[in-house]
Each structure stands twice: as structure tokens, then as C-alpha cells.
């Protein structure tokens, strides 16, 4: 199975800071790699697919990129509503695995 | 609107059996894959079962291998997910996902998630 590590595990951030979670896979997956933003009580929602694909109506201030083992994902100015927990997933092969997450929390 | 709907959540005792299912909407439910990710309180996400669009090929986490099975009704657009054998580390809030493509690469990532539906397995 592949192994997806995140780090940090949380951050602490201004509004207006550039925030960078990043994500390593423990062999390579190419660029088939996700990334969700999940706030408490809520479903995740999805960032990023295939490593820099900005999903439909994700604010542009989100980007990713990265390929075979490490992975970016930017916050380029954070906002109120980006104080969440972020978690990047493999999508190379079965089974499909989760980072363990990072938590934004405000500064 | 694109909607997923689960259900079938509930209080189980150790070794019993739950049977979820996610009803789905405002999309053509035959052309897409889905799964289904659970997530044990204060935990984070872990991916549990998938099925490509047609039904026939189906795919799981280690952890539920042999309990679990996944299903699809296309003519009904639902989802299935039967338990058995349930222990107390499948208590968890159980997602249905909506794969993002309909095309090559089905698995891809999670496009659209249903709001969850908790599994407590506990005697």
C-alpha cells in the first residue's frame, strides 16, 4: 500500500500569510494526487485533482503541484474561511490512501 | 443539483451486521464511479470501498476485505455498502463520494460527497 505523509500536522497562520502543506507519498504516484479541504461537521471538498487541477469554483489562491513523491499544496493568502483541515490522496492504485491531514488554525 | 444522500447509519453490537445506502441525484449515476470513505471521530479520512460505474469491478480497503461489500442499483441511483461482522474500530461517520470523472480516469479524485451517516458499533 502506499503511505501518504503530510506535514506539518497543523499550522499557525495570519490572515493574508502564504501557507504550504506538503505531501509525500511513499512511492511514486505520478501526478495522481487530491486535495480536500474538510471544515468540522462537514463533508470534505475537493481542491486540487491530478496534482495542479484547480476544481470548478475553488478561489484561485489555492494551487498545487508536484509530482511522483512530493507534493505542494498553497494557500497564497489565506482567508477567514480557509481555517479548515486539508488532506491530500493518492489516486495512482488500490488501495486509495489519505495524508493524515493539516490542520490551519488561526494565529 | 448534484446530491448524495446517505443512510442506513446506526447503533450496532460487536459482530453485527449494517447495511448504508446513498441515494443520488442530478447526475447520470450509471456513468460514474463511487466509493465510499469513513471517518472515526477525531480521525481523519480513510477510504473503504469502491465501484466502477457498471458494478463489476469493485475494490476495498484491507481493513474491511471479507466483511464488506459494495453494490450499485443504476436503475434505482443507489449505492450500497453491506457490513458485517462489525467491530468497534468501524465506528466511524461513513461517506458516500462521487468520482470526478466519467471517463479514463474514474478514480481520479472525490468530486462530490454526501454529508455522512454514523456507524456506531459498540455493546
Known amino acids: 500500500d502506499i503511505q501518504m505523509t503530510q506535514s506539518p500536522s497543523s499550522v499557525s497562520a495570519s490572515v493574508g500569510d502564504r501557507v504550504t502543506i506538503t505531501c509525500r507519498a511513499s512511492?511514486?504516484?505520478?501526478?495522481?494526487l487530491a486535495w480536500y479541504q474538510q471544515k468540522p461537521g462537514k463533508a470534505p471538498n475537493l481542491l486540487i485533482y491530478?496534482?495542479?487541477s484547480l476544481q470548478s469554483g475553488v478561489p484561485s489562491r489555492f494551487s498545487g503541484s508536484g509530482s511522483g513523491t512530493d507534493f505542494t499544496l498553497t494557500i497564497s493568502s489565506l482567508q477567514p474561511e480557509d481555517f479548515a483541515t486539508y488532506y491530500c490522496?493518492?489516486?495512482?492504485?488500490?488501495?486509495?490512501?489519505f495524508g493524515g491531514g493539516t490542520k490551519v488554525e488561526i494565529k | 443539483e448534484v446530491q448524495l444522500v446517505e443512510s442506513g447509519g446506526g447503533l450496532v453490537q460487536p459482530g453485527g451486521s449494517l447495511r448504508l445506502s446513498c441515494a443520488a441525484s442530478?447526475?447520470?449515476?450509471?456513468?460514474?464511479?463511487m466509493s465510499w470513505v469513513r471517518q472515526a471521530p477525531g480521525k481523519g479520512l480513510e477510504w473503504v470501498s469502491a465501484?466502477?460505474?457498471?458494478?463489476?469491478?469493485?475494490y476495498y480497503a484491507d481493513s474491511v476485505k471479507g466483511r464488506f461489500t459494495i453494490s450499485r442499483d443504476n436503475s434505482k441511483n443507489t449505492l450500497f455498502l453491506q457490513m458485517n461482522s462489525l467491530r468497534a474500530e468501524d465506528t466511524a461517520v461513513y461517506f458516500c463520494?462521487?468520482?470526478?470523472?466519467?471517463?479514463?480516469?474514474?478514480?481520479?479524485?472525490?468530486?462530490?460527497w454526501g454529508q455522512g451517516t454514523m456507524v456506531s458499533v459498540s455493546s
Open positions: 512511492q511514486g504516484i505520478s501526478r495522481w
Open positions: 463520494a462521487k468520482g470526478r470523472d466519467s471517463g479514463s480516469q474514474p478514480y481520479d479524485a472525490f468530486h462530490i
Open positions: 442530478g447526475f447520470t449515476f450509471s456513468s460514474y464511479a
Open positions: 491530478v496534482a495542479s
Open positions: 490522496q493518492q489516486a495512482n492504485s488500490f488501495p486509495l490512501t
Open positions: 465501484t466502477s460505474g457498471s458494478g463489476i469491478s469493485t
